[in-house]
C-alpha cells in the first residue's frame, strides 16, 4: 500500500514537468508539404475492429511492460501527440492507446484504429524525449494516414477476423511477426508486405507536423532515425527492415522542420530522465530473441530445432497450389509448412524453430525499385542480416522460369543449426505488380550435387498465375 502512494506521487511529478515545459513551447507554420492519404477500399470503422482484435494478439504473444510510471509517461506523450493530429485526418472512431513491450531492442509498431506498442530498449536507447516522441509521432502518422488498410487494399478485399494476423505480423515483423501470423494464408498473408517507402516518407512528414504541433521539435525525429540506421546491417534493429528508409530521410525531415519553426520546443525533460533512471532499477529486459524462445510455432517438428537428418528426395513428385499464384510440384517426401509471406518444402527432420537444412522456401518480398537486379540484391542483403556466416558469389546467372525473365545466385553459410556448411540456390522474379517472387534451396554442402538437380526441377516445374 505504501509502495503504490509512492508511486502515484511520482507519476504526478513526472506528467506535471511534462504539461509546465509544454506550455512554453509555440508553432509557426509557414510552407509545410501536404500529406494526401492514399486509396483505401476500407472503412474507418474495419481498421478499428482490425486493430482492437490484433492488438489483443500482441498482448496475448508480446511481455508487456506492467509499470504505472512507464506506462503513464509514454500515455502522456502518446496524448500530447494524439492532440497535435490535423482536423482533416482526425478519425472520431480511432481509439489510441499506449503500451510498452519489455524487450530490449529499438522498435514500435502501430495498429490501425489507434493501439500503439512502443519496445522499453526504444526508450532506455534514446538520447532525449523529443526523439522518443519522433518515433511516436511517426508510428501515430501511420495510423491516422490508415497505411495498414491502404496496403491491404492493393490486393482483394479481405474480411477483417481473416486479416488480423497477417497485418499484424508484417506490421510487426521479425521474430515475433513470424509467431503472431503462424497459420496465416501466404496469398492473404502477402497482401500486408511491410509499409512502402512512399508511406514511410508520407509518415515521416505527416509525424514531422504532429510533433510540431504538439510542441516537439521534429529535428529529434531526424537525430532517432540516424541512431537507429547507425545500428544496422547484420543483427541490426527490425525497425529498418520494416520501415525501409526512403532515402534521405535525416534532409528532408530537418527541412520539414526549418519550415515549421518551433520556438522552445521540447527537447529533454526531467520527466525522461526520471523514467531512465527508474528503468534501470527493473531487471534488464530480455532480447526478443530470448522473449519469444520457446514460443508455440506452428511446424511440423512441433516447434524443435530441425536435427539435419533428412531423407533423400523422393523420385516421385506431387503438385501443389500455392496461394492463388503459383503452383509447383516437388518430392511427394517433402512436408508443407505455410506462413504469412512464405511457404517452405522439406523433409522430416529437416524443419524446425531454427530454419530448415534441406528443402526449399517460396515467398514474396516487396520491390519498390522495379528493377530485379535491384530486388534480389535487397533480398540476400536480407537473408545475410538472419545468417552472418552467409556469403555471396559474384554476379548472378540469368534463367528463364514461368515463361518469365529471372535470376540464379548460389551462396554459402553455415548452418546455426548443425554446425555444418550448407550451399543455398536462389532463384528470383518479378510478379505483375512489380514485387519480388523467389525460391530459396537449401541442403549440407556436401549433399549439394543430389539436391541441385532437384532444385532446378522444382523450378522450372512452377507456374505463376499473376
Same mark, same amino acid.
Given at each position: 500500500?505504501?509502495?503504490?502512494?509512492?508511486?502515484?506521487?511520482?507519476?504526478?511529478?513526472?506528467?506535471?514537468?511534462?504539461?509546465?515545459?509544454?506550455?512554453?513551447?509555440?508553432?509557426?507554420?509557414?510552407?509545410?508539404?501536404?500529406?494526401?492519404?492514399?486509396?483505401?477500399?476500407?472503412?474507418?470503422?474495419?481498421?478499428?475492429?482490425?486493430?482492437?482484435?490484433?492488438?489483443?494478439?500482441?498482448?496475448?504473444?508480446?511481455?508487456?511492460?506492467?509499470?504505472?510510471?512507464?506506462?503513464?509517461?509514454?500515455?502522456?506523450?502518446?496524448?500530447?501527440?494524439?492532440?497535435?493530429?490535423?482536423?482533416?485526418?482526425?478519425?472520431?472512431?480511432?481509439?489510441?492507446?499506449?503500451?510498452?513491450?519489455?524487450?530490449?531492442?529499438?522498435?514500435?509498431?502501430?495498429?490501425?484504429?489507434?493501439?500503439?506498442?512502443?519496445?522499453?530498449?526504444?526508450?532506455?536507447?534514446?538520447?532525449?524525449?523529443?526523439?522518443?516522441?519522433?518515433?511516436?509521432?511517426?508510428?501515430?502518422?501511420?495510423?491516422?494516414?490508415?497505411?495498414?488498410?491502404?496496403?491491404?487494399?492493393?490486393?482483394?478485399?479481405?474480411?477483417?477476423?481473416?486479416?488480423?494476423?497477417?497485418?499484424?505480423?508484417?506490421?510487426?515483423?521479425?521474430?515475433?511477426?513470424?509467431?503472431?501470423?503462424?497459420?496465416?494464408?501466404?496469398?492473404?498473408?502477402?497482401?500486408?508486405?511491410?509499409?512502402?517507402?512512399?508511406?514511410?516518407?508520407?509518415?515521416?512528414?505527416?509525424?514531422?507536423?504532429?510533433?510540431?504541433?504538439?510542441?516537439?521539435?521534429?529535428?529529434?525525429?531526424?537525430?532517432?532515425?540516424?541512431?537507429?540506421?547507425?545500428?544496422?546491417? #547484420? +543483427? %541490426?534493429?527490425?525497425?529498418?527492415?520494416?520501415?525501409?528508409? =526512403?532515402? @534521405?530521410? !535525416?534532409?528532408?525531415? *530537418?527541412?520539414?522542420?526549418?519550415?515549421?519553426?518551433?520556438?522552445?520546443?521540447?527537447?529533454?525533460?526531467?520527466?525522461?530522465?526520471?523514467?531512465?533512471?527508474?528503468?534501470?532499477?527493473?531487471?534488464?529486459?530480455?532480447?526478443?530473441?530470448?522473449?519469444?524462445?520457446?514460443?508455440?510455432?506452428?511446424?511440423? #517438428? +512441433? %516447434?524443435?530445432?530441425?536435427?539435419?537428418?533428412?531423407?533423400? =528426395?523422393? @523420385?516421385? !513428385?506431387?503438385?501443389? *497450389?500455392?496461394?492463388?499464384?503459383?503452383?509447383?510440384?516437388?518430392?511427394?517426401?517433402?512436408?508443407?509448412?505455410?506462413?504469412?509471406?512464405?511457404?517452405?518444402?522439406?523433409?522430416?527432420?529437416?524443419?524446425?524453430?531454427?530454419?530448415?537444412?534441406?528443402?526449399?522456401?517460396?515467398?514474396?518480398?516487396?520491390?519498390?525499385?522495379?528493377?530485379?537486379?535491384?530486388?534480389?540484391?535487397?533480398?540476400?542483403?536480407?537473408?545475410?542480416?538472419?545468417?552472418?556466416?552467409?556469403?555471396?558469389?559474384?554476379?548472378?546467372?540469368?534463367?528463364?522460369?514461368?515463361?518469365?525473365?529471372?535470376?540464379?545466385?548460389?551462396?554459402?553459410?553455415?548452418?546455426?543449426?548443425?554446425?555444418?556448411?550448407?550451399?543455398?540456390?536462389?532463384?528470383?522474379?518479378?510478379?505483375?505488380?512489380?514485387?519480388?517472387?523467389?525460391?530459396?534451396?537449401?541442403?549440407?554442402?556436401?549433399?549439394?550435387?543430389?539436391?541441385?538437380?532437384?532444385?532446378?526441377?522444382?523450378?522450372?516445374?512452377?507456374?505463376?498465375?499473376?
Amino acid at each position: 500500500m505504501h509502495k503504490h502512494g509512492h508511486m502515484n506521487a511520482f507519476l504526478t511529478r513526472i506528467l506535471r514537468s511534462a504539461a509546465i515545459t509544454l506550455a512554453l513551447s509555440t508553432v509557426v507554420a509557414t510552407a509545410q508539404t501536404r500529406v494526401t492519404p492514399p486509396k483505401n477500399n476500407y472503412q474507418p470503422s474495419e481498421d478499428v475492429d482490425l486493430g482492437r482484435q490484433a492488438a489483443a494478439e500482441a498482448r496475448k504473444q508480446m511481455p508487456i511492460l506492467k509499470d504505472d510510471a512507464v506506462t503513464s509517461y509514454v500515455e502522456e506523450i502518446g496524448r500530447r501527440l494524439v492532440g497535435g493530429i490535423p482536423p482533416d485526418l482526425q478519425h472520431p472512431e480511432f481509439h489510441y492507446t499506449f503500451e510498452v513491450v519489455n524487450v530490449r531492442e529499438i522498435n514500435a509498431f502501430a495498429l490501425p484504429g489507434g493501439p500503439m506498442f512502443v519496445n522499453r530498449g526504444m526508450i532506455e536507447q534514446a538520447n532525449t524525449e523529443g526523439e522518443v516522441a519522433g518515433v511516436m509521432a511517426h508510428e501515430l502518422s501511420h495510423v491516422i494516414l490508415r497505411h495498414g488498410t491502404a496496403q491491404a487494399s492493393k490486393a482483394a478485399k479481405f474480411q477483417v477476423g481473416q486479416a488480423a494476423g497477417a497485418i499484424l505480423g508484417s506490421i510487426v515483423g521479425g521474430a515475433w511477426g513470424q509467431v503472431i501470423s503462424q497459420g496465416t494464408q501466404f496469398g492473404l498473408g502477402a497482401a500486408f508486405l511491410s509499409y512502402s517507402r512512399e508511406y514511410e516518407q508520407q509518415a515521416d512528414i505527416e509525424g514531422a507536423q504532429i510533433m510540431a504541433r504538439s510542441g516537439y521539435d521534429p529535428r529529434d525525429m531526424a537525430n532517432m532515425f540516424k541512431t537507429i540506421e547507425q545500428q544496422g546491417g #547484420s +543483427g %541490426g534493429p527490425q525497425w529498418l527492415s520494416d520501415h525501409p528508409n =526512403p532515402g @534521405n530521410r !535525416y534532409d528532408y525531415i *530537418n527541412a520539414e522542420a526549418r519550415s515549421l519553426r518551433v520556438t522552445n520546443a521540447v527537447h529533454d525533460t526531467r520527466a525522461f530522465d526520471q523514467i531512465r533512471a527508474h528503468l534501470r532499477t527493473l531487471p534488464k529486459a530480455p532480447t526478443t530473441e530470448e522473449a519469444t524462445r520457446g514460443t508455440n510455432r506452428r511446424t511440423s #517438428s +512441433g %516447434g524443435a530445432r530441425p536435427t539435419g537428418r533428412a531423407e533423400a =528426395p523422393s @523420385n516421385s !513428385y506431387r503438385t501443389y *497450389n500455392i496461394g492463388n499464384t503459383v503452383r509447383v510440384s516437388v518430392p511427394s517426401n517433402w512436408e508443407q509448412q505455410e506462413g504469412n509471406t512464405t511457404v517452405t518444402f522439406a523433409p522430416a527432420g529437416a524443419y524446425g524453430e531454427g530454419g530448415f537444412t534441406h528443402g526449399m522456401e517460396f515467398g514474396i518480398a516487396r520491390n519498390e525499385s522495379h528493377d530485379l537486379p535491384t530486388a534480389t540484391d535487397e533480398l540476400l542483403s536480407d537473408l545475410a542480416r538472419g545468417n552472418p556466416s552467409l556469403r555471396r558469389g559474384s554476379g548472378y546467372d540469368r534463367v528463364t522460369f514461368a515463361n518469365r525473365r529471372g535470376l540464379r545466385a548460389l551462396l554459402s553459410n553455415r548452418s546455426d543449426a548443425t554446425g555444418r556448411d550448407e550451399t543455398i540456390e536462389v532463384f528470383a522474379t518479378q510478379l505483375r505488380n512489380g514485387n519480388l517472387f523467389y525460391a530459396i534451396g537449401v541442403s549440407p554442402s556436401d549433399e549439394f550435387p543430389t539436391y541441385r538437380s532437384v532444385f532446378d526441377r522444382i523450378v522450372s516445374s512452377m507456374q505463376i498465375a499473376d
